[in-house]
């Protein structure tokens, strides 16, 4: 298995409502979840937990910034995957595909750690496990929990500093559904941005989230560990905010420009190796695999729209 740049978007429906069907038109009422979380008295959860039945929780390794982030959904939340990219590292997503048989995931993990990092979700499946949650076989119950990780193995100067079992059973005990920190933690914690000019002129990254409530009472989230060779551009301006900087440090040098000009040369100084962005996408809408599997591949348009470049080989 490769592990180079990639792009891997896991989408998850969470609700009590089973999906419509042509043969069955009875007319469902659309039921309005209860408020939005929030904290204290002000600040509304616009992070992935404001979708109910998520919890969220995050690892970050001592030695060197990596780290693993778990999306519990206990009881089962339907899924499925879109991965992109030249070489992405993934465990368990052949299970998503619609035209197989599980239907449900308890959880999702998104370490660092490149293909070593998949070892987090043996961690999660214990302690899904010792919790009696998983498909039921009839002789045991099997924790359904897919992966996906990013490089970050040239942060920080240990490369066998990595997420493995421990990472993900503590990150699974410190799940909650309240809002998800962000930032250097967790899966974003070795994460980078801006690599196409060298190492010299990477920025930091880490792992975000926002969700949005639409009028109808349905919760659209999204949670993202961005690992990206080129800038992180605002859809709504067109604006470098984060990404390669200039030979100083002290700006930003707009990839796009550079890679038109042909500055950077041949070959690029970012080897496809050390990029990867890995997300998921979560709602309380009532949806099949196939239906899933179509809002992962929408979400992609949402890499395309804020990296540049992206789904680099």
Known sequence: MKTAAAGTIVALALTARAPA??????????????????????????????VPGIKVGHFTLAERPTGCT???TEAGAVASVDVRGGAPGTRETDLLNP???????????????SAFGLDSASGVM??????DFGY???????????????????VGGKPKVRPGPECGYAAAQSASDGPVAEGSIGAGAGATVGKTAGPGRWMKSGIGTASIALPDGTIVAALVAVNAAGDII??????????VRTPDGKGLADARTLLRSGALGRPLAARPVENTTIGVVATNAALT???????????????ARAISPVHTP
């Open 21 to 50: 069907t042509p043969q069955a038109p009875v007319p469902v009422p659309v039921p309005v979840p209860a408020p939005v979380p929030s904290v204290g008295t002000s600040r509304p959860n616009t992070t992935l937990t404001a």
């Open 70 to 72: 778990v999306i519990l």
């Open 99 to 113: 035209v197989n048989h599980v239907q449900k995931v308890n959880a999702i993990v998104l370490s660092g750690g």
């Open 126 to 131: 214990r302690y899904l496990e010792e919790r």
């Open 136 to 154: 039921d076989v009839r002789i045991a119950k099997v924790p359904i929990v897919p992966a996906a990780i990013l490089f970050d193995l040239g």
């Open 234 to 243: 605002d859809p709504a301006t067109s604006r470098v905010v984060a990404g």
């Open 289 to 303: 695999k196939v239906q899933a599997l179509k809002v992962a591949q929408m979400a992609h348009d949402g890499y």
